[in-house]
């Protein structure tokens, strides 16, 4: 059987942040396709733990639900700069904390069916605080909550931001010492 095989990448539209791309495939049975393609050039997510084990998240203004959404603080990757470095900036900004201690948790893709974004998940414990240093179009307000309301609000879909119901949820199993893997998917 033969392979997948871009013939073209098409750049339709260039935007702020991502690009929009149309990619001509040839399929395995020898079919060719279009597909979208939506270039992204990466973010990181942090999941900030005050010494309580509270969870703080973050409600801003998302365009595209038109809603105010809780979130982790997140934000986009700049150029040279890893995702380790994005979150350490990112906390304080959106928070007004600085995390002394942050590790890896997941990296994620977003949209997989036509996007490209990949997003580290850390944690952050240690906080100190510090003060807000919000961009010019950033109007966030921070809360404080319990493991249990976070993973409550999750589940009745008040959250639906998508890196933050995965880093939220692997953290709530990892933290329990649960496998992420089930023993039933070991195989």
């Known amino acids: 059987m033969e392979e997948y095989k871009k013939i073209k990448q098409n750049l339709v539209h260039q935007g702020k942040v991502v690009g929009f791309y149309e990619d001509i495939i ?53 150029e040279g700069e890893s995702g380790f470095d994005c979150v350490k900036r990112e906390i304080e900004e ?4 600085r995390a002394e201690k942050i590790e890896h948790l997941i990296t994620i893709v977003t949209a997989i069916g036509f996007c490209d974004e990949k997003i580290p998940i850390f944690v952050g414990t240690g906080l ?20 249990e309301k976070v993973k409550e609000m999750i589940l009745c879909g008040e959250i639906v931001d998508a890196k933050t119901i ?8 990892v933290k329990k010492g649960k496998s992420i893997v089930s023993k039933k998917n070991r195989s």
């Open 26 to 78: 040839t399929l395995p049975n020898g079919n060719t396709v279009t597909w979208d393609l939506v270039k992204h050039p990466g973010a990181a997510a942090i999941i900030p733990v005050t010494e309580d084990g509270n969870i703080l998240l973050v409600r801003q203004y998302r365009n595209a639900l038109d809603a105010m959404t809780y979130e982790i603080p997140a934000g986009g990757i700049e």
């Open 166 to 173: 995965s880093g939220v949820m692997t953290y709530l199993n």
């Open 94 to 97: 959106e928070t007004g904390c």
């Open 128 to 147: 100190q605080k510090t003060k807000q240093n919000l961009d010019e179009d950033e109007f966030i307000d921070v809360y404080e909550m319990t493991p």
